[in-house]
Structures are given as C-alpha cells and as structure tokens.
C-alpha cells in the first residue's frame, strides 16, 4: 500500500507496531532463559504478560478502524531484537549479561513509546476517537515498563555489573 495521506501513514505504522509486538512476545519468551538475577526474569515475563495484553488492544485498533490485523515488517524492530539476542548470547558474565539485557528490552520500550506516542498523536490528528484509548493505554503501559525497568537497573543490575 502506497502511503500517500497521513491516515495511511497511520495504518501502515499501526501494521509496523503490531510486528513488533509480535517479534518482541517470541523474543523475550528466549531472553528470559539467558537471564540471571531473579528479579530480571520477573520483570520479563511481566513484560511478556504486557506484551499480549498490547497485542489484544492493538487487534481492537484494528477492529474500529475495520483493518484485517496484518503485521508490517520493521528493520527498526528487527535490529533492536538482533542486538538483544547478540547481547544475550556473546556476553559470558551472568551479572554483565543481565545489565546487557536490560539495556536491549529497555531500548524496545522506547521503541514502543515512540510508536504509540506518534500513533496517538496522528489518532488525535484524524479524529480517530475509536482508536485512540487502546493507543494511550499502550503508550502509558510502556512508560510504566520502562519506569520499572530502570528502578531495577539503577537499583541492582547496575550495581552487581559494576562490582
């Protein structure tokens, strides 16, 4: 679909986050395995859970703006995921390895706060009303995971990396 106006600029970024919602779900679910602190691991299966609950409201997004849900390939996504896995998969100590993860999922999160802020602000722009609470919702719930995830970094990860 050729863009031409900003509504299919809207749909065609709609179709790019819900890629990247999808990758990062199957992603994470391997990630998780390569990390080490346990209170790491429970923050990405918290963030797995948040993920499928992102999914189920962007499939309503679609739903009000009568779209099939069709994902949209993202190299943008695709080189955060690859770096997460370089991460997980080159560093050798566990402690260093742990912060390296949390530094690839949080770089995810804002690649999500940046997709849902321009998303919402473009609903805004359309007077698309329909779309635009299942779009703030995911924008305030990845502010919140990237809050979490820096509470965590700064009050642990960090430090055990560093000592």
Do not use: C
Request: cysteine-free; hydrophobic content about 40%.
């Amino acid at each position: 679909m050729p863009v031409k106006t900003l509504n299919d600029l809207f749909r065609r970024t709609l179709q790019d986050v819900f890629y990247a919602e999808q990758q990062t779900l199957q992603a994470t679910e391997k990630l998780v395995k390569k990390a080490t602190l346990p209170q790491l691991k429970a923050v990405i299966n918290q963030h797995t859970a948040d993920t499928e609950k992102r999914i189920q409201r962007l499939e309503s997004v679609f739903q009000s703006m009568k779209m099939r849900a069709e994902p949209r390939q993202s190299a943008g996504i695709d080189g955060l995921l690859v770096e997460a896995e370089t991460v997980a998969n080159e560093i050798a100590d566990p402690d260093t390895r742990d912060a390296g993860l949390l530094a690839a999922i949080q770089e995810i999160e804002h690649y999500r706060i940046n997709r849902y802020g321009t998303l919402l602000a473009w609903a805004g722009q359309l007077g698309l009303r329909d779309a635009a609470p299942a779009l703030k919702e995911n924008l305030a719930a990845s502010k919140e995971r990237d809050r979490v995830l820096s509470t965590v970094a700064e009050t642990s990860v960090n430090r055990m990396a560093a000592a």
